[in-house]
């Protein structure tokens, strides 16, 4: 018998697919949003001109030539979606970042100490009353459009849910026996905070931070569609549907292109935080 | 119990008051003068100095906000630059077609979503539990105007079965109110349904695997009666929550889909209001939104006893 008659032997699953079968959704998720994050930051090399405005060329419908057709203006639908991603997960990514990392340290003292957490709670509660996207419109109206007034204008209500977070992970480890030994051992409190009490919070924050990052992309993108995002002339998906939206009946795809990506995009961001969720904490959620 | 309301009340108008100074200090601390703004482009500097007096803006901020503030308690929400009416009587007259709308929405979505929870927790771990979760997904994932313009090509522009967009007040001719009222609902809705479906699954997951269940089952009982009888009542109190927090994004979603289907509410209000730079509609808007959203949690945290005995103040 020679060797290669032998039955096949049944190959263990590599690790990567094991836990890709574990975790489709992180997965699945993770995958689209590195895909159109690749396609964002390469945009220059590939997609072509958003911009030149090309009167002889109005509303085609897709080709070859122009994959998603072209809009009232003659420009390229395709190389306008592409060049829209980036600011779309340019804020959605800084809208998260900044927002945990202020929530954290507000939510850190809040939870640790109980004169400041009474204001605390309080303030948040107001800023938690008024409406995300009234707050961030009047604000971008005031302020100026550009890319960092809206940023700032979509962290300011993200803050609040941090907080919270935070605030009531700190409050149900801080009477913890290994933060008592900690304190009487005399550590200082900085370390306390950073090296017995941060580390549990990390696990919710990153699933808290991709909710954020979905929620900030789909303000961002109303913000534009309304008026009051980052300048016109840069091409976002949502202004693009608001300079298109008159011709929905002749060229659907000037509307839809965007919208796809738009939807695309947020739903991948929150297919992974359903799938972090799982994977970081497998008894919430999957209990069924 | 009276107690309770009493100290509930006090710190709504406590939030309440910090509502109004944020939203006092957002505006007027915003790069920009609000005097050339209002003033517009061409404006010299004369005309804007004398804007800056009338309006008061040359006072120190805590004098602005005590003179303002103390105009807010009286109803007085200030005049629009624009046209200038009293911002207080804009909204009442705005106020029919966004009500319309929020409350059709509501009345689609919430049994919409409450047996959607159901069913998926009935049915939890099979694929009509996953189909139902996945639509849950898509709907937290799909932004109101892309369902809107969605709905408006199929349903208005290809089948040519719905109106394109507008509104009919409900004294010219209830019918055509109502029809035009379809697709924005379903457009605002969506989000909203997809986070009252989900957490009334998981509340009713974790209900379902209490020992009081097991009893009802053992003792035969159908399971209709169980789901909806013992579960559901106990589920209750965080379903309610979360219908009166996701009002917050019913508020949001209606600026947009006022915009998308060219409804004259006060979402189209405010958004008129950014592009005219109406300063004192843009914050008379904010704050009554604002203080309905507070009241209506208030409301909803005093509803708990009515939904669960258990829990008394």
């Known amino acids: 018998m020679s060797i290669t008659s032998m039955p096949p032997v049944e190959r263990a699953p590599s690790a990567a697919l094991l836990f890709a079968r574990r975790n489709p959704t992180l997965v699945a998720g993770g995958a689209i949003l590195a895909l159109m994050t690749l396609a964002a930051i390469a945009a220059p090399l590939f997609a072509g001109d958003p911009v030149t405005i090309n009167p002889a060329r109005r509303l085609r419908p897709p080709s070859a030539e122009h994959w998603l057709g072209t809009d009232q203006l003659g420009r390229d639908v395709f190389a306008r979606v592409v060049w829209g991603a980036r600011v779309s997960l340019q804020v959605g990514l800084l809208v998260a970042i900044v927002s945990v990392a202020f929530g954290t340290v507000i939510g850190l003292v809040a939870g640790y100490f109980r004169t400041a957490d009474a204001l605390i709670t309080r303030f948040m509660d107001g800023i938690m009353a008024i409406p995300a996207i009234l707050l961030a419109i009047a604000f971008v109206a005031l302020a100026g459009a550009s890319v960092w007034i809206v940023i700032i204008a979509i962290v300011m209500p993200e803050i609040p849910r941090v907080v919270r977070l935070v605030r009531s992970v700190v409050l149900s480890v801080r009477e913890a026996p290994y933060v008592d030994a900690a304190r009487a051992g005399g550590t200082r409190l900085h370390v306390i905070m950073t090296r017995h009490i941060l580390p549990s919070t990390i696990a919710p924050l990153i699933v808290q931070a991709t909710y954020i990052c979905a929620a900030a992309i789909i303000v961002e993108s109303a913000l534009s569609f309304l008026g009051a995002g980052v300048p016109p002339e840069t091409p976002t998906w949502g202004s693009m549907i608001a300079q298109s939206r008159s011709f929905l009946s002749r060229a659907p795809w000037t509307v839809f292109a965007p919208g796809f990506a738009l939807a695309l995009v947020v739903l991948s961001v929150n297919l992974l935080g359903d799938g972090l969720r799982d994977w970081l904490d497998p008894r919430s959620g999957r209990r069924g | ?313």
Not at chain 2, 151 to 168: D, E, K, N, W
């Open chain 2, 1 to 313: 119990m009276a107690s309770y309301i009493l100290k509930r009340l006090g710190s709504t108008a406590l939030v309440l008051f910090l509502v109004s100074i944020l939203v006092f200090l957002l505006l007027r601390l915003a790069p920009g003068d609000p005097a050339a703004v209002i003033a517009g482009d061409n404006a010299s500097p004369e005309q804007i100095a004398r804007l800056r007096a009338m309006l008061g803006l040359d006072d120190a901020l805590p004098i602005q906000f005590v003179r303002w503030f103390g105009q807010v308690l009286q109803g007085n929400l200030g005049v629009s630059v624009y046209s200038n009416e009293p911002v207080l009587s804009l909204i009442g007259q705005r106020a029919e077609a966004t009500l319309s709308i929020t409350f059709t929405t509501l009345l689609i979505a919430v049994p919409l979503a409450v047996t959607m929870g159901v069913v998926a927790a009935n049915r939890a771990g099979t694929w009509v539990d996953r189909a139902l979760m996945l639509f849950a997904v898509a709907g937290f994932s799909l932004p109101a105007f892309v369902v809107g313009y969605l709905l408006v090509y199929v349903f208005a522009i290809q089948l040519q079965v719905m109106p394109v967009q507008g509104y009919v007040p409900i004294a010219e001719d209830v019918g055509r109110w109502a029809w035009h009222l379809v697709l924005p609902a379903v457009t605002l809705g969506l989000i909203y349904t997809a986070l009252i479906a989900r957490i009334t699954r998981a509340t009713m997951i974790e209900v379902l695997s209490e020992d009081f269940i097991r009893t009802a089952r053992a003792k035969g009982l159908p399971m209709k009666r169980i789901l909806l009888r013992h579960a559901l009542r106990n589920a209750g109190v965080p379903i309610v929550t979360v219908i009166g927090i996701g009002i917050a994004l019913l508020i949001g979603g209606v600026v947009v889909t006022e915009t998308v289907f060219n409804i004259p509410g006060i979402g189209r209000l405010v958004v008129d209001a950014i592009a005219r730079r109406d300063y004192p509609v843009i914050q008379g808007v904010i704050l009554v939104c604002s203080a309905i959203y507070v009241l209506l949690n208030l409301l909803t945290d005093l509803s708990y006893t009515l939904i669960d005995p258990r829990i008394s103040y």
